[in-house]
């Protein structure tokens, strides 16, 4: 209705539907409420169980896991009214619905968007109005949606891509919780890897679950910021350089230039860059076809952060010192790419 009347208003047509065009705000704020259950499902354990049992009975599930049957109740039946399960009120039985796999199958994004950043958009018009204080995101809620969000999502063509490459030392830059190190050593036997991550937090964490697996021996995590990274010896031999959902941090572009060019001396037997990361949307969301662009966008809006565009790095790309080699591009999380660099002075 408001957009109806907003285009009579000015003449101008909007380029794509937008959510106005299908549901009324009730629908808007229970899709919401939908889509903070989601989250809140998984982190209870709800979405395993019903993906192992196929049914759930809210008191049992509850006692055996320590948890609030009332708010079990009211997490499920916010998710009935998505169709994510079917809830069964008066036998507190709940199974799985017809949105369930969709939903099961991109839990990290809801959680990423809920629990990692629920702090900061909840309060997105305070930030607006210059008031930042008390709205820092949750790293550890991040790290759990992103390991997620990597076996999920991106391992799959990460490890085709690997697949063709040949390499003895890999540097993961912005390593977090150490997970994809450890599953590259671990799948080729004699090679050795380096975790460079800032957070010493993350680095603990890291260390304890490389120890865990089994490669403390073939694995070193060093804190460091990736924007001021030097040369030093361990260095000498990485001939693969992996970079996830870290690149929008080495932004603005000189500053990106400034880096991904100083990458080429701190790392000088690499032959392979894989950096991966979320853009920004350029014109309207696909309100149907896009998940996670939106969210992503606004989130790093409210923390002043610049974002570029698939086109912003295909413009800076040939300033680096590295050529895109190929490119991927993402369904879901949307505006995510891939890129296989290699040194630009190589055929
Ligand atoms: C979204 S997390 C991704 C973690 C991991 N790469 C993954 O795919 O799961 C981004 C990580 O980069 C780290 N990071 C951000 N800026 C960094 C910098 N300048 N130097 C080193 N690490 C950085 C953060 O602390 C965080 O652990």
């Excluded at 992103?146 to 391992?155: I, K």
């Excluded at 300033?319 to 080699?325: A, D, F, I, P, Y």
């Amino acid at each position: 209705m408001h957009r109806m009347a907003s285009q009579a208003a000015t003449g101008e047509e909007t380029a794509g539907p937008t959510i106005a065009d299908v549901p009324n705000a009730a629908e808007i704020f229970n899709w919401s409420v939908v889509s903070y259950a989601i989250s809140a499902a998984w982190e209870a354990g709800v979405l395993e169980h019903l993906q192992e049992v196929g049914r759930l009975e809210i008191e049992a599930f509850s006692a055996a896991n320590g948890l609030d049957a009332q708010i079990v109740h009211a997490m499920v039946k916010a998710l009935a009214m998505g169709d994510v399960v079917t809830l069964d009120e008066e036998a507190g039985v709940a199974a799985p619905g017809r949105t369930f796999d969709e939903a099961n199958a991109t839990k990290a994004l809801f959680h990423w968007l809920h629990r990692a950043s629920g702090n900061l958009i909840g309060q997105l018009g305070r930030v607006a109005k210059g008031d930042r204080e008390g709205t820092e995101r949750d790293a550890r809620a991040i790290g759990i949606a992103s390991r997620e969000a990597n076996a999920a999502y991106f391992d799959p063509v990460f490890r085709r891509l690997l697949a063709d490459i040949d390499f003895d030392v890999v540097a993961d830059l912005g390593s977090g919780a150490g997970q994809r190190l450890i599953d590259m050593v671990l799948a080729r036997p004699g090679t050795r890897g380096i975790g460079i991550e800032l957070q010493p937090r993350s680095n603990e964490n890291a260390r304890a679950m490389i120890t865990a697996a089994g490669c403390g021996d073939r694995v070193d995590i060093l804190e460091r910021d990736v924007t001021a990274l030097e040369y030093e010896d361990s260095f000498a031999d990485v001939d693969l350089v992996t970079c996830f959902l870290l690149g929008h941090d080495l932004w603005p572009r000189e500053n990106a230039i400034r880096t991904m060019r100083s990458f080429r001396e701190t790392f000088p037997r690499a032959r392979h860059l894989i950096l991966c990361d979320t853009v920004r949307t350029e014109g309207p969301y696909s309100v149907r076809g896009s998940i996670f662009a939106s969210a992503f966008d606004v989130v790093h809006a409210g923390m002043g952060q610049f974002i570029p565009t698939t086109s912003d790095w295909l413009d800076m790309l040939p300033e680096t010192g590295w050529r895109c080699l190929e490119r991927h591009d993402f369904e879901v999380p949307s505006a995510t790419i891939l890129f296989h660099l290699v040194p630009d002075d190589e055929a």
